[in-house]
């Protein structure tokens, strides 16, 4: 029962949740009409520059990080965070990673769009790419507090998902490499004002007497 009870609290519901959410509406936004229409995801809270800044929308902010354009966007981004969100989870416990995965995600979109303001072609973009990488540098400098390692994570791993994850996108057509960057960034910055390294156990000694 001890053990059943340990499993259930080191359990990452948070990343699962989100996970869902994800899928949720997916599944919604192919019912209602298409993910890969543009005006149609427009409508439904993707992110688009002029609806933000002149029409006050800043809800798009986080709606449009529960939005994908097509299963094959969906699935690249879940896949990344069901492999590592749940470490972060339990290095931040559920709350913080809450907190930590919707400012990664904000702070993505808010730099891509600041980044596209006086560009004269604006975009609709969606994703949860930001936040993907917000949990990706998170974890970079948690796993660099603990020496190199935490759980079952090594630096280098990491390293090459962050390359692979950079080069797709570099070399891909129609992807924010500006968000996945910013995202990246936020979750460094995020991982250090939130994450502490766990103090050892005290290790007691018996002496017999």
Not at 41 to 60: D, I
Request: neutral net charge; hydrophobic residues 50%.
């Amino acid at each position: 029962m001890e053990e059943r009870w340990r499993a259930i609290q080191k359990t990452s519901w948070v990343n699962r949740g989100l996970i869902i959410l994800n899928i949720i509406y997916f599944i919604y936004l192919e019912i209602a009409g298409s993910s890969e229409n543009v005006l149609f995801m427009a409508e439904h809270g993707a992110l688009y520059g002029p609806f933000v800044w002149e029409q006050g929308e800043y809800y798009r902010l986080v709606t449009s990080m529960f939005m994908h354009f097509g299963i094959e966007h969906l699935i690249n981004n879940m896949l990344v965070l069901f492999v590592l969100g749940d470490h972060l989870e339990r290095a931040l416990g559920r709350i913080k990673y809450l907190i930590f995965y919707l400012l990664s995600g904000i702070g993505a979109n808010v730099v891509s769009l600041t980044a596209g303001l006086h560009s004269p072609i604006q975009s609709v973009s969606a994703g949860a790419s930001g936040a993907v990488f917000g949990v990706i540098g998170g974890l970079l400098y948690a796993v660099f507090v603990n020496r190199g390692r935490l759980e079952d994570l090594s630096s280098s791993q990491l390293v090459i998902v962050v390359i692979f994850s950079l080069y797709f996108g570099f070399t891909s057509t129609g992807v924010d490499n500006v968000a996945h960057v910013a995202g990246l960034v936020m979750g460094i910055i995020l991982g250090i004002l939130l994450y502490r390294k766990p103090k050892p156990s005290p290790r007691c000694e018996y002496w017999e007497i």
